[in-house]
């Protein structure tokens, strides 16, 4: 039997320390593919234009996941409303993330299927996200859960 999470809202000092790390990680990310202050600022922008409230942004969840005895094992970023179209109909995962003591423990697959949930309950039909195409865990992850590549972006570095 795999996992169970229960999904709860954020406190700030939760917010504070997921708001960081969140930016660090996305830069990281980027990295090879456009300079880390470049990076950093688009992850800025994104938060600003996103989460222009942190946790009292109306329409979007900041959630951690906490596994049966109580301990947080992960986070997610709901937005209620397709970042693209604003439309109700597909909620979006800004986020999703487990922290590296419960991975590959089944807690990712936990943490979607409560987040589906969650989205479902709100009036979603669909839900997507987005995944750097070097993740290959996640996106083996969000296969095995039913999802399906709806778009694809490639690049070449030229120097």
Known sequence: MGQVVKLRDMRQDEYDVYSDQQLREYVEAQTG???TEAARRKALRDREQFLPHG???ERHRLLVAENSGGEVVGAVWLGLDDPRSKSAEM???FDIRVDPA???????????SAVE??????????????VFGHNAPAIALYERSGYEMTTQQMAKPLR
């Open 117 to 130: 949930e969650l989205a479902r309950e709100a009036g979603a039909l669909r839900l997507g996200l987005n």
């Open 33 to 35: 593919l456009v300079s």
């Open 102 to 112: 419960h991975r590959r423990l089944g807690y990712g697959a936990a943490i979607l």
């Open 91 to 93: 909620a979006w995962i």
């Open 55 to 57: 946790l009292a942004t």
